[in-house]
């Protein structure tokens, strides 16, 4: 095939991925077609608070996807080109959206504050989505998704692996508190199928201590299990806009827990995987009705909380933290109330960062956070607005409920040199939780 053969199909296919939008979401014809280019978007943005420019404006990105739809799916377009703001495909600008579309966060801020509600991170996903039919989605994202479906998770880890962590977990546990305290392997029949990400288990398991100890002290530690094949709810499909592998990912672990004969799948601290599970496979039904609820762990958590079921020790967390609202979670799933009562019955000064919530400043990493190859992007752009939030609260401690959330903090920090920790928000209940009347015995987690 020649040169010239190899760009015509190429622009074909982008083509045809645009015209597919007709029959697409209602959504995102609206989103292309109502833009008043007031710049809302932009002040709303932790990449363009990061550098004011053009490239980096929500608006501006969502364009290339604009006229090209406005050239090919519109009579204006096709009457009067580019004075009906309609572009014709270049094939050689491909290479540059490589960079342009991995440079949102997909935070979805744009969408709170616009007054339409458009979410450019929409249309972000459909040009990451034609990246990713032409094979020329980045290589570390796509290294990442390979790892997932191969293995089961992104950090390609096998059961011997799994196992060996969890020993470890386990004998950290009785060491703090002076008896056993279990994490159930593969057990059927158990209540609770607990898929945290696999960073909660290999990079910052402490977190997934704290959900032990919870079972424990209610008397369920017979109620619930892990899965040594299945252990992490992340899931770049979403990131790299090829909603098969996200469906494969997500039917994987749809399919354990039916095999646990769980009653409930308790998702973890991962925002993504949460809003994948709950908000879209549950609610558009990938898979019919499905035998089994879905919630997350601070959820339920907070609850027992709230219930009185639980003793803390706010004395053993005495350092100022504070919380940052990971953007799936404060956004897409509405889960902000959760993790502050947690917080705030296990640490002694807790601090608010402003904006939060639902109008949180994303950390900057988003699915990005797995691009190191983007680092100082990271780190100087997208991450700016993030540290200037964390540094006026004054505290020493930043709790997440997100592994790309705590590696883009943990990264920025040291990046920074700030002294800072950066965990999850089990974390700091493991480390105040009573145990038979006593807390752990040392508060840092090596």
């Known amino acids: 095939m020649s040169d010239n053969d190899v760009k015509q199909d190429v622009k074909q296919t982008v083509i045809g991925a645009i015209k597919a939008i007709r029959n697409g979401p209602r959504a995102m014809r609206l989103y292309l077609e109502i833009c ?14 990061g550098r004011a420019e053009r490239r980096y404006n929500p608006a501006e990105r969502t364009d290339i996807i604009r006229r090209l739809y406005r050239r090919y799916c519109t009579l204006s377009g096709r009457l009067f080109g580019p004075l009906a703001d309609a572009k014709d495909l270049d094939p050689a600008e491909l290479e540059e959206w490589r960079k342009i579309f991995y440079e949102c966060t997909g935070c979805r801020r744009c969408a709170l504050f616009c007054p339409f509600g458009i979410d450019h991170s929409v249309i972000t ?25 191969r293995t089961g998770n992104t950090d390609g880890a096998g059961e011997a692996a799994f196992r060996a962590a969890i020993e470890f977990l386990e004998e950290e546990m009785e060491e703090e508190h002076g008896v056993p305290i279990k994490i159930p392997i593969d057990r059927v029949g158990a209540e609770y199928f607990y898929v945290p990400p696999s960073g909660d288990m290999l990079v910052n398991p402490e977190a997934t201590m704290g959900i032990a100890k919870v079972f424990h002290v209610l008397g369920m530690a017979d109620h619930w299990t892990m899965s040594s094949k299945f252990f992490d709810g992340a899931n770049y499909g979403l990131f790299t806009g090829n909603d098969e592998h996200m469906k ?17 799948m308790l998702m973890g601290e991962c925002g993504h995987a949460h809003r994948i599970m709950k908000m879209m496979m549950e609610k ?19 609850e027992h909380i709230q219930a009185g079921r ?6 053993k967390n005495p350092q100022p933290v ?6 799936n ?49 990271r780190m100087e752009i997208s991450g700016r607005k993030k ?54 015995e040392r508060k840092e987690y090596t």
């Open 36 to 49: 008043a280019k007031c710049g809302t978007c932009a002040t709303a943005c932790p990449v363009y608070y």
């Open 125 to 149: 996903r459909k040009g990451r989505a034609i990246l990713d039919k032409l094979g020329l989605t980045p290589e570390t994202m796509k290294k990442v998704v390979d790892i997932s479906l």
């Open 248 to 264: 494969t990912d997500n039917r994987a672990y749809v399919e354990e827990t039916k095999r646990r004969k769980a009653r409930v």
């Open 284 to 302: 558009s039904r990938w898979w019919g009705d499905l035998p089994f609820e879905i919630t997350n762990c601070m959820q339920w958590t907070a």
């Open 310 to 315: 639980l003793e803390l020790d706010k004395s």
């Open 322 to 327: 504070t919380y940052h609202d990971p953007c």
């Open 329 to 377: 979670f404060g956004r897409s799933c509405g889960i902000t109330e959760e993790p502050r009562i947690i917080l705030q019955a296990s640490c002694a000064d807790f601090r608010e960062m402003y904006p939060n919530r639902a109008e949180n400043w994303c950390c900057g990493g988003g699915g990005l956070s797995a691009m190191d190859d983007i680092h100082q992007f």
């Open 387 to 440: 540290l200037e939030q964390i540094l006026a609260t004054g505290a020493t401690n930043v709790a997440t409920a997100c592994s790309n959330c705590k590696h883009q903090l943990t990264q920025l920090m040291e990046y920074h040199q700030q002294q800072i920790e950066v965990g999850g928000v089990h974390d700091m209940l493991s480390r105040a939780i009573l145990v038979g009347g006593k807390a752990a």
